[in-house]
């Protein structure tokens, strides 16, 4: 009884070490794994920096996962446990950061958790005033409210861009209105200046704008200023890139047959909220079209590529009104007043 008592103590000993043993070796290797993971760069020899973008709301999980899907890191779990770590998942900044496949998990977090390094992502959607531009980079933290304004009416480097009437644009309550390019842009705060700003959304649009535009604006009996006003008409007043050739269309012939443009987008510009009363309506203001005849003195927004496209090129149509339904949003054509009155009378009671 003795001896199989002490058989069954040296069992369980020796079953006890085996035990310790693979514990032991396995924190050993998931020790040198994860080791070799936060060490090991994916291309020791691709240094060239490329754009890692992280944004508002990333959990650590979700940027592990990003970077190791743009083949930045070798495993997203060595850099999301790295991060916990070392407590870095507390300071994950939001915005651009530029990285390489030759940095280690080390240097990759160091890099996207230091303020000097990160670029705050700004995006202008299509239709953004100055004034909402400005909006925008007080909210990102970059300026002083009026600030960016104020740069635009500062800039004074016209013969730069051959597309910019300096005379005309000049006159504008809000200069350079129309030709910010809408895009997404990345800003480094620590080097950030309103002028450089305005410099890279206006090369933006000398960019983004086709090439014959100025001619097809010129084939068509237009200046490309008026185009571009006419496309931020258009850019406000549809939403959609089959309506706005359409409406591109109506306004410029009705501009063509001396009637009123009776957009009311070009009445809201200069307003605060986004509401007509009476006495709106009867204000002599230059950019009130429905009194005023002809386009307003200079664009209402900064449009995007396919209102530009639509207004260089509208689509013929018999229509000569329309209205946007409320609870949609489609866009309703009538060829006369009339039908005009009864689709106001379905869609706007």
Same mark, same amino acid.
């Given at each position: 009884? /003795?001896?199989?008592?002490?058989?069954?103590?040296?069992?369980?000993?020796?079953?006890?070490?085996?035990?310790?043993?693979? *514990?032991?070796?396995?924190?050993?290797?998931?020790?040198?794994?994860?080791?070799?993971?936060?060490?090991?760069? @994916?291309?020791? #020899?691709?240094?060239?920096?490329?754009?890692?973008?992280?944004?508002?709301?990333?959990?650590?999980?979700? $940027?592990?996962?990003?970077?190791?899907?743009?083949?930045? $890191?070798?495993?997203?779990?060595?850099?999301?446990?790295?991060?916990?770590?070392?407590?870095?998942?507390?300071?994950?900044?939001?915005?651009?950061?530029?990285? #390489?496949?030759?940095?280690?998990?080390?240097?990759?977090?160091?890099? $996207?958790?230091?303020?000097?390094?990160?670029?705050?992502?700004?995006? *202008?959607?299509?239709?953004?005033?100055?004034?909402?531009?400005?909006?925008?980079? @007080?909210?990102?933290?970059? $300026?002083?409210?009026?600030?960016?304004?104020?740069?635009?009416?500062?800039?004074?480097?016209?013969?730069?861009?051959?597309?910019?009437?300096?005379?005309?644009?000049?006159?504008?309550? /809000?200069? =350079?209105?129309?030709?910010?390019?809408?895009?997404?842009?990345?800003?480094?705060?620590? /080097?950030?200046?309103?002028?450089?700003?305005?410099?890279?959304?206006?090369?933006?649009? !000398?960019?983004?704008?086709?090439? #014959?535009?100025?001619?097809?604006?010129?084939?068509?009996?237009?200046?490309?200023?008026? @185009?571009?006003?006419?496309?931020?008409?258009?850019?406000?007043? @549809?939403?959609?890139?089959?309506?706005?050739?359409?409406?591109?269309?109506?306004?410029?012939?009705?501009?063509?047959? /001396?009637?009123?443009?009776?957009?009311?987008?070009?009445?809201?510009?200069?307003?605060?909220?986004?509401? =007509?009363?009476?006495?709106?309506?009867?204000?002599?203001?230059?950019?009130?079209?429905?009194?005023?005849?002809?386009?307003?003195?200079?664009?209402?927004?900064?449009?995007?590529?396919?209102?530009?496209?639509?207004?260089?090129?509208?689509?013929?149509?018999?229509?000569?009104?329309?209205?946007?339904?409320?609870?949609?949003?489609?866009?309703?054509?009538?060829?006369?007043?009339?039908?005009?009155?009864?689709?106001?009378?379905?869609?706007? !009671?």
């Amino acid at each position: 009884m /003795h001896k199989r008592g002490n058989s069954r103590r040296t069992l369980f000993m020796i079953g006890g070490a085996v035990l310790i043993a693979l *514990i032991v070796g396995y924190f050993w290797y998931a020790n040198s794994r994860y080791q070799y993971f936060i060490t090991t760069p @994916v291309n020791p #020899n691709n240094p060239i920096d490329a754009s890692f973008v992280i944004a508002k709301g990333d959990s650590v999980t979700d $940027i592990a996962q990003n970077l190791k899907d743009k083949d930045f $890191i070798v495993d997203a779990g060595a850099f999301k446990t790295y991060a916990k770590d070392n407590g870095l998942d507390r300071k994950v900044i939001v915005g651009r950061f530029m990285i #390489n496949q030759a940095m280690t998990i080390p240097q990759i977090a160091e890099k $996207i958790t230091n303020p000097n390094e990160g670029q705050l992502t700004l995006t *202008i959607p299509e239709g953004t005033t100055i004034q909402g531009i400005d909006d925008k980079l @007080v909210t990102l933290g970059v $300026i002083q409210a009026g600030e960016f304004v104020q740069a635009t009416k500062d800039f004074n480097d016209y013969a730069k861009y051959s597309f910019l009437d300096e005379q005309k644009i000049k006159q504008l309550p /809000h200069p =350079l209105e129309g030709y910010l390019f809408p895009d997404t842009y990345y800003i480094n705060t620590n /080097h950030y200046s309103s002028q450089d700003m305005i410099e890279l959304m206006l090369k933006d649009f !000398q960019k983004r704008l086709p090439d #014959n535009a100025a001619a097809t604006a010129q084939q068509n009996s237009r200046s490309l200023y008026d @185009v571009i006003t006419m496309a931020s008409i258009v850019e406000k007043e @549809v939403r959609t890139d089959a309506d706005r050739p359409i409406v591109a269309g109506i306004l410029w012939k009705r501009l063509d047959s /001396h009637w009123q443009l009776g957009a009311d987008a070009t009445l809201l510009y200069l307003k605060n909220d986004n509401t =007509l009363n009476y006495n709106d309506l009867q204000a002599n203001s230059p950019y009130n079209t429905r009194k005023k005849q002809g386009l307003p003195p200079g664009p209402i927004c900064n449009p995007g590529l396919k209102a530009i496209e639509a207004a260089l090129n509208p689509q013929a149509s018999s229509d000569f009104y329309y209205l946007t339904d409320p609870a949609t949003g489609a866009v309703i054509y009538a060829a006369t007043n009339d039908e005009q009155n009864a689709n106001k009378a379905k869609y706007l !009671q």
